[in-house]
């Protein structure tokens, strides 16, 4: 059976910043979906442990008092977290994300910061496979103009959403999924790849499209990215 019409394991953080280092989860919410059917959606919240900017809160509209008062504590929450992704990805389903080196490692280091085996670790060394549909698109549709946000590749994949719903991750994850999805319609020599080859495709892909961008932002007087460098 081909993976994309397997079990595809949704995952997609709102967090207190954009500081993967730093930030902290607020909301995590991870989707299993086989074809059509949903088997297991659900979201987390968390509280924190620090202050949640009132630019984050504009975001995804969860408040200190909220995370306060219904969050769960972190360290219970991460573990709740890592054990179930790891179930998913042991049992052979990739995660899918948008974007989703910036979940990813914001999750690897709040596991670290608590003392908590990463994913990475309990998989055995290597979080594997992801699929990111924003590193596929980039790479297979390269020459396309516009925005590539989320809202932007569900425009340009035909899925219908209200704009206004995104950035909650429960909806986050489940559009995802969806465009996901339209790509392999679109691109069905994707599903022709095993997902750890599809996993290192990626990988150079999106060293490809880092090393330009980062040479057009230096052009421009900027500073270069962090790192060129996706998921191990």
């Not at 080196?101 to 908590?116: C, S």
Request: aromatic share 8%; net charge negative.
């Amino acid at each position: 059976m081909s993976w994309i019409n397997g079990n595809l394991l949704g995952f997609d953080l709102e967090t207190t910043g954009v500081d993967t280092a730093r930030d902290r989860i607020v909301t995590a919410s991870y989707e299993v979906r086989c074809g059509s059917e949903v088997l297991e959606q659900v979201t987390l919240l968390f509280n924190p442990g620090v202050e949640i900017p009132q630019s984050a809160i504009d975001v995804h509209g969860i408040t200190n008092e909220r995370a306060q008062a219904e969050g769960l504590d972190p360290r219970v929450g991460l573990e709740q977290l890592a054990a179930k992704l790891v179930s998913y990805l042991s049992e052979g389903a990739p995660l899918v994300g948008f974007n989703v080196q910036f979940d990813v490692t914001l999750l690897e280091n709040e596991l670290r910061r608590y003392g908590l085996p990463t994913v990475a670790e309990r998989l055995g060394g290597r979080f594997a496979p992801i699929v990111d549909p924003l590193v596929l698109d980039r790479e297979l549709d390269r020459w396309r103009k516009g925005k590539r946000k989320l809202v932007d590749l569900l425009e340009v994949y035909g899925i219908a959403v209200d704009p206004d719903e995104l950035h909650q991750s429960d909806v986050d994850v489940s559009m995802t999924l969806s465009l996901l999805q339209a790509m392999v319609r679109k691109y069905p020599q994707l599903d022709e790849k095993g997902l750890l080859e599809l996993h290192d495709f990626e990988r150079a892909a999106h060293h490809r499209w880092a090393v330009n961008f980062s040479n057009f932002l230096v052009s421009k007087g900027k500073a270069p990215l962090d790192t060129l460098e996706w998921l191990a």
